[in-house]
């Protein structure tokens, strides 16, 4: 029989699987309590449980931890890029970011990722598992305890799509935000998609306060199919008839990434048809110069080309920013300092 991944489970179903070992409700709150503030990282801390009972839960149950295989700290801005090993040996990579209002982690979603979207390092090796909402909510737990700072945002943006794992996700999000655990408020949490029209709406209807980032990076059909094969399935019009209805049922702005690529989407063609396709309410877009990986060949354009594609949304009335890009001289981009450290074995071994 599968072992019960105790992280995983929020405290209605952890008070289930207690009261079926015989053990009063209270316990779990307790169980809950050490995993999900106190972040222990084993059952030795949890002094107010019998020994017995932590044996029994040692023995019989899974208790995931992640542990830190490596961390690279950016000189530009202090943004720290983690890589963690989960149980099964398999690594994932999170950063911390430092803002003005506070402090915000980028975790992974998947080991690896099926979505084949060019310019991305996370997806080069494919999909090779879906994280659970311990290994999920751990990335978070484990950079809280080494920087010894509440954690104050988190954006699912790191590897993988993460509603291609939508149940583990919804999991993970109301623990996270859960007041019994870190209570982080889901106005303070970003899910970023590739674009799955279905997801959306499936998403869309748990009515949560989060926000959704939609990875558009083009306006019209043709370029986003040359950058995002998952673009075929989803056409345009349908990922942005179902972002107009997240909008309707949540009453929360969407983010539009675009990711600019020299020669490709930079334009003023793509500003002017950008504008158009999103001339409604509702939506911001987010700049990011493409974070060019050796794997492929594209270029950023200039800073004066980026600065330029701004004005342009701007003076069609589009609410545009910039990325702040952080972190750039540590492997910034998904999925880049997972391959870096892959390979650095790879050679080693
Ligand atoms: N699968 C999700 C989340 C992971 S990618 C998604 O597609 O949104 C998180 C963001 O980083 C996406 O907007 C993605 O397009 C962008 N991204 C990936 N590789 C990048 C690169 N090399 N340079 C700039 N942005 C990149």
């Given amino acids: 029989m599968k072992k019960k991944d105790l992280k995983s489970l929020p405290l209605d179903e952890l008070t289930t699987y207690m009261t079926s070992l015989g053990q009063p409700s209270y316990r779990a709150s307790q169980l809950y309590r050490w995993m ?7 059952f030795d801390a949890m002094t107010n449980l019998p020994k017995e009972l ?32 989960l149980g099964d040996g398999n690594l994932v990579e999170s950063v911390l970011m430092q803002y003005r209002h506070g402090w915000s982690v ?26 659970s909402p311990a290994e999920m909510l751990e990335q978070v ?15 699912v943006m790191g590897t993988g799509e993460p509603l291609d794992n939508l149940t583990n996700l919804l999991t993970f999000i109301r623990m996270i935000s859960d007041g019994n655990g870190l209570n982080i408020s889901q106005r303070n949490i970003t899910v970023s998609t590739c674009g799955q029209a279905t997801k959306i709406k499936e998403l869309a209807k748990e009515k949560l306060a989060i926000t959704l980032a939609l990875s558009l990076h083009a306006p019209d059909q043709a370029t986003r199919e040359r950058l995002m094969p998952i673009a075929k399935s989803n056409p345009l019009f349908k990922v942005m008839e179902a972002c107009d209805y997240y909008y309707q049922q949540t ?15 930079d334009d003023a063609k793509s500003a002017a048809a950008l504008a158009k396709l999103i001339g409604r309410v509702g939506y911001h877009v ?14 950023a354009p200039n800073p004066y080309t980026v600065a330029g594609f701004k004005n342009k949304l701007e003076k069609y009335g589009i609410n545009v920013t910039i990325r702040r890009e952080m972190g750039r001289d540590i492997d910034g981009a998904c999925g880049q300092l997972r391959r870096r450290f892959s390979e650095r074995q790879d050679e080693e071994t």
């Fill in 36 to 42: 999900h503030v106190s972040l222990a990282d084993s």
């Fill in 54 to 85: 932590r044996e029994q839960l040692r023995s019989g149950c899974k208790f995931t931890v992640l542990k830190q295989a490596d961390v690279q700290v950016s000189r530009q801005d202090g943004t720290r890029k983690y890589l963690f090993e």
């Fill in 106 to 131: 980028c975790i992974s979603s998947q080991v690896g990722c099926r979505m084949g979207c060019v310019f991305c390092a996370s997806t080069i090796g494919g999909l090779v598992r879906n994280l």
């Fill in 141 to 155: 737990y484990r950079i809280q305890m080494d920087i010894g700072e509440r954690i104050t945002n988190v954006v």
């Fill in 251 to 265: 009453g929360r702005r969407i983010t539009l990434e675009y990711c600019l690529v020299s020669g490709v989407n």
């Fill in 286 to 299: 987010n700049l990011i110069p493409v974070n060019p990986i050796k794997e492929r060949g594209l270029k």
